[in-house]
């Protein structure tokens, strides 16, 4: 079940008008679609105003950036038009920034992904884009904190030289997390030389000798 509101005089840039759909069904994600002439916006029913008010800007605000619009008919709503962010990974990774990185690293969308099977997460820079594995799920929080932190970081370092690694030197579960994914993977793929899977998708820079082979199955971080 659902209920719809129309926030007071809330309209777009273009002067459409925006609708908040609260859903019972929706526990962490937020999305944003053209629904006929209408930006709609569907956040979880147990948000609170200011949180309401915060995504609602946010995803408004993300369908205008990409450009698109509420031609192409009412009640049309497809994937490719809809913009959706895991709200709960987008709080994490904003808190974790504040923390460890100064708030430097803004990514503009957290998600998890079912389809990542080589790493344990990946960022794109040029986009500030930021996807975790799903494996990820169910492992201790310190773990998935590094995780995205590591890949925060790389929203503002590519490659993992030493200056990516000063970024990360504050988290305390540092290399206590490195040596979990490291243990993981090594369980999962007897036999492979550990990596601990965090990467952007623009190639390292770093030697040759120093980067963690391609893998298949294996859930590595490079």
């Given at each position: 079940m659902h209920s719809d509101r129309t926030p007071t005089a809330q309209l777009t840039a273009g002067g459409a008008p925006v609708l908040v759909r609260r859903s019972a069904r929706?526990?962490?994600t937020v999305a944003a679609f053209w629904e006929g002439g209408t930006a709609v916006v569907a956040i979880p029913a147990h948000f609170s105003v200011a949180q309401e008010r915060l995504w609602v800007a946010k995803m408004v605000g993300k369908l205008e950036t990409k450009g698109y619009g509420p031609a192409g008919g009412a009640g049309r709503s497809t994937e490719k038009r809809r913009g959706s962010v895991d709200a709960e990974l987008m709080t994490r990774a904003a808190a974790l920034s504040s923390?460890?990185?100064?708030g430097k690293a803004v990514p503009v969308t957290v998600?998890?992904?079912?389809?990542?099977h080589a790493r344990w997460g990946s960022a794109t820079p040029a986009q500030r884009s930021i996807r975790l594995s799903d494996k990820l799920q169910g492992m201790p929080d310190w773990v998935v904190d590094y995780v995205l932190l590591h890949e925060l970081s790389h929203l503002l370092v590519a490659s993992h030289g030493p200056e990516f690694w000063e970024l990360l030197r504050g988290y305390p579960q540092l290399e206590r997390a490195k040596a979990f994914l490291e243990g993981v993977s090594y369980a999962t793929s007897r036999g492979l030389q550990g990596g601990d899977g965090c990467g952007p998708d623009e190639p390292d820079p770093q030697p040759a000798s120093h980067r963690q082979p391609a893998v298949s199955n294996a859930k590595l971080l490079s």
């Open positions: 929706r526990r962490r923390r460890y990185l100064a998600r998890w992904v079912k389809n990542q």
